[in-house]
């Protein structure tokens, strides 16, 4: 059952039904997509910073989750119902950090009907790791333009006749959630290899998403495809990493070349 935009009861104890699985194939075709045939490689990484349990003795342990399975999977899981999952995790007695972590693979595993990673990060161990300022690449946000346009709009995509191989950025992705209204915001890096892209353009297409509803995936999705569709690159990858809701971050990754997920997943400073 969908809970997005519900008022939710919570688990005393550990409930896998609360995950709730959501096709990718229709929103994929409405965008242009052969759900059987994907113009991209990639990978959805979510990241839980509200993870708690409790170990055989009772005692309550916290950590931080990383989760990411392939963009192949053929289903998604709603943010809201994961979010409920993890919380009947709360008074659930778990021998160790394995244990816990094969329960968690295997229930998103039945519902994504795909391979998934999760990895169960302790404090401690993830002492020293720092935020990136922002992404790598150059600003777009620099660019001194006049925005009135803020329902998604291709037409802003162009292209010159010269050939670059450049990495942009911009943290000025907003779009909406398609069940609550609520905001989501992100950053986005464009790389690529091709004919340059209009950047005035490029940038005043992704401020058009800014009152557009569509979930993370799906955005990011509909860029990598406007952009290869419009500018015609060789080589793509579009990067979205979106600010945390309810514990939850989630940070889709396309690209048009085969990619492993290791090394990826770098908290930005706005996560």
Not at 53 to 77: F, Q, R, T
Not at 110 to 139: D, H, M, P, W, Y
């Amino acid at each position: 059952m969908l809970e997005l935009g519900k008022q939710s009861d919570h688990d005393a104890f550990y409930n896998p039904g609360r995950l709730y699985p959501i096709s990718r194939s229709e929103k994929r075709k409405e965008i242009g997509i052969d759900p059987n045939n994907l113009p991209f490689f990639g990978f959805d990484c979510w990241n839980h910073y509200e993870v708690s349990w409790l170990n055989n003795k009772g005692k309550p342990m916290v950590a931080i989750a990383e989760i990411a399975y392939d963009c192949n999977s053929p289903k998604i899981i709603e943010s809201k119902s994961l979010k409920l999952y993890f919380n009947s995790l709360n008074n659930t007695k778990f021998n160790n950090i394995a244990e816990l972590e094969a329960i968690i693979k295997k229930d998103l595993e039945e519902r994504v009907e795909a391979n998934v990673t999760v990895t169960i990060n302790s404090l401690e161990k993830l002492t020293g790791v720092a935020a990136q300022t922002s992404f790598i690449g150059e600003n777009l946000d620099e660019l001194d333009i006049e925005c009135s346009v803020y329902t998604v709009d291709q037409s802003f995509l162009a292209v010159h006749d010269e050939l670059v191989e450049e990495t942009l950025y911009s943290d000025l992705l907003k779009s909406n959630c398609p069940v609550t209204n609520q905001s989501d915001w992100g950053s986005i890096q464009i790389a690529y290899i091709g004919k340059k892209i209009n950047r005035e353009g490029l940038l005043k297409y992704l401020i058009s998403y800014r009152n557009h509803n569509e979930f993370h995936e799906q955005c990011i999705e509909r860029i990598f495809v406007n952009i290869m569709r419009h500018c015609n690159p060789t080589y793509l990858t579009v990067y979205g990493r979106y600010t945390r809701r309810g514990g939850l971050d989630i940070n889709p990754y396309r690209t048009t070349e085969k990619s492993l997920f290791d090394g990826k997943n770098h908290r930005l400073i706005r996560q």
